[in-house]
């Protein structure tokens, strides 16, 4: 399956861009208070507005582990997520979680897996998932009919990602096995270095995207999974944009501030974000403590919007498992799109931000 790449707009010409996007995104409702109808992809009533491209609500990834908080911790999450009118998003299991602690300043890594050892973690964590997700009014869903079905129903609408490709164990053909559990999304690379590619936080090791890579991300294009480029550094970016996996998701990450700011190394530059853009792909604004404030954030979302435009621009809270984050609870979401609308855009344009985007890309990729 190939895809024709999108040229990203210029900085300069944001609201040209804007009309263009508007027009191709034909059924995009001029409102913020339902999720569009997006060309007849979600049903016209289908509420909330927002789709998350990254959260591990009440971090239950970590579930049958000493640092897990508790079953509790998730519904909590899960229930505010639906009260704040955010109706889907892709959950995310940690591929590399069981190399990693996790303190105040930050992530470090020790260890690696023994063989079998990244399948046993997948199977511990997707299990977690299906068990304690349905508990939250929230239903696993992999296809946009399931999620039409779930939206009706009033479910929130779980899609299933992997942060890393540790659970591949070194073979491509795994992906297939991920596949069929459900998971629609992996991304390449998290914080333990691996060997799909190149991260932000390690010194180079591939020069980019490894062989393993672009095989992992062939196999996912002929999956019809999307590919998550986040922690990844530019040029291994790069060399997944070359292969033409269709539109790229970079789920959370902010445009680039000053190098003393909290996990500087984990944003990008504008050539970065553009080419995620430029496969029609979609960056989530990530309200890390890289983020002075909640108002910061507003802002950085909106030179987001500048340089990559509208229709490339989503949102990715990492909810719960995000460094002294200055959006913690999901009644914010309403905060941030009443903070884009004062910021000068329109209706439409932020209900494209806050979901059409996301219902556009997985439509296009995973149908």
């Known amino acids: 399956m190939s895809h024709r790449p999108h040229t990203a707009p210029p900085a300069t010409s944001r609201r040209a861009f804007v009309r ?43 579930r049958g582990t000493a640092r897990y ?46 063989p079998g050892e990244a399948d046993a973690e997948f199977r511990r964590q997707l299990a977690a998932a299906r068990e304690v997700l349905p508990r939250a009014e929230a239903r696993i ?7 039409r079905a779930a939206q009706r129903e009033g479910l929130t609408a779980a899609w299933l990602a992997c942060e890393g490709s540790e659970f591949l164990d070194g073979d491509a053909g795994r992906v297939d096995v991920l596949w069929e559990a459900g998971i629609r999304s992996i991304q390449l690379v998290h914080y333990a270095p691996n060997a799909a590619g190149d991260l932000q936080t390690h010194a180079p090791q591939h020069g980019g995207l490894s062989a393993f890579g672009a095989a992992v991300v062939r196999r996912m294009t002929a999956r019809r999974m999307l590919v998550d480029v986040a922690h990844a550094t530019f040029e291994t970016v790069r060399d997944v944009a070359r292969l033409d996996p269709g539109p790229l998701l970079l789920s959370h990450s902010l445009l680039r501030l000053d190098a003393a700011r909290p996990l500087a190394a984990r944003t990008i530059s504008p050539e970065h974000a553009r080419l995620v853009a430029a496969t029609g792909g979609v960056v989530g604004a990530w309200p890390s403590a890289t983020n002075a404030s909640f108002a910061e954030f507003v802002e950085n979302t909106k030179r987001l919007a500048d340089v990559v435009g509208v229709a490339h621009v989503g949102l990715g809270t990492d909810m719960d498992a995000n460094l ?44």
């Open 141 to 147: 869903v992999a296809s946009m009919t399931e999620w």
């Open 20 to 62: 263009a996007s508007l027009a191709a995104a034909a059924g995009l409702a001029a409102g913020a208070s339902a999720l569009p109808a997006l060309g007849g992809l979600l049903p016209p009533t289908a509420d909330p507005t927002t789709f998350d491209l990254h959260l591990h609500p009440g971090q239950l990834f970590a």
């Open 324 to 367: 002294r984050p200055v959006l913690s609870r999901y009644a914010q979401v309403r905060d941030w799109t009443a903070g884009l609308a004062t910021s000068g855009f329109t209706a439409a344009e932020v209900a494209q931000m806050a979901g059409g985007n996301m219902a556009r890309v997985l439509a296009q990729v995973v149908g």
């Open 69 to 114: 908080p508790g079953d509790e911790a998730v519904l909590r999450t899960l229930r505010e997520m639906r009260a704040g009118g955010v109706g889907a998003g892709f959950v995310s299991l940690v591929a590399d979680a069981p190399l990693l602690m996790i303190g105040r300043e930050g992530v470090t890594v020790s260890g690696a897996f023994a």
